[in-house]
């Protein structure tokens, strides 16, 4: 039962170079999301998609788009990487986005950007 | 917009004892969805317990409990009969419950909890 299924599990960019983080979940959910977390800052959210077709911006947005390319997968993508970007990133997953149901994490993402 | 606080950066507790890990969080709503999640050295993010601010009963699950004051805005984790497996760092969240763009989670900054043998 795998669950939310993120890669890669580790990543080093160059100041400028892009790359998709994929996300991937198997539990029928209708909403995802993407966290960063960064010492001493908790989890922040970057994009959430509550069902299939739809995104917005989450509480730290810049540099970062998304795409919901079906009810399963939830990417993030990073167009010119910069160091203020080196983090871990964290994708989720939930039945939907307004019950008690709660959010199901993948094992997280540790990029760093030199 | 809500904000949550877990005024704890780091506790400690010795095996089989009990711990309690604070947090408050500032909201003007009335209904919302308080969890605790535990995230050890491994990086998963892990459920621990979940409570629904309708609900006057305070959850337990197993070892783990919460006391919910709504008035106060505080829900802290009780840790029972502490466990070496229970070192990881703790994660307060909120969500509303109103809908529009409030549905997302808003953690606390954590508390690193290390349980000593």
């Known amino acids: 039962n795998a669950g939310v299924t993120q890669t890669p599990k580790f990543q080093v960019l160059k100041t400028g170079q892009s790359m998709t983080l994929q996300c991937a979940q198997d539990m029928n959910h209708n909403s995802m999301y993407w966290y960063r977390q960064d010492p001493g800052m908790g989890l922040r959210l970057i994009y959430y998609s509550a069902s299939e077709g739809t995104t917005d911006k989450g509480e730290v947005p810049n540099g970062y788009n998304v795409s919901r390319l079906n009810k399963r997968e939830f990417s993030l993508r990073l167009e010119s990487a910069a160091p203020s970007q080196t983090s871990v990133y964290f994708c989720?997953?939930?039945?939907?986005?307004?019950?008690?149901?709660?959010?199901?994490f993948g094992d997280g993402t540790r990029l760093s950007i030199l | 917009a809500q904000t949550v606080t877990q005024s704890q950066p780091e506790m400690s507790v010795q095996e089989a004892e009990t711990v309690t890990l604070s947090c408050t969080y500032d909201?003007?709503?009335?209904?919302?969805?308080l969890f605790w999640y535990k995230q050890p050295p491994s990086r998963q993010m892990i459920l621990v317990i979940r409570q629904e601010a309708y609900k006057q009963q305070n959850a337990t699950e197993n070892r783990f409990s919460v006391n919910f004051q709504k008035a106060a805005k505080s829900f802290s984790l009780k840790i029972s009969d502490s466990q070496l497996g229970d070192a990881a760092m703790y994660f307060c969240a909120y969500r509303s419950r109103s809908g529009g763009s409030n549905y997302k989670l808003t953690f606390g900054k954590g508390t690193l909890l290390t349980v000593n043998p």
């Open positions: 909201t003007s709503e009335s209904d919302y969805y």
């Open positions: 989720a997953s939930s039945a939907t986005d307004y019950s008690n149901q709660p959010q199901h």
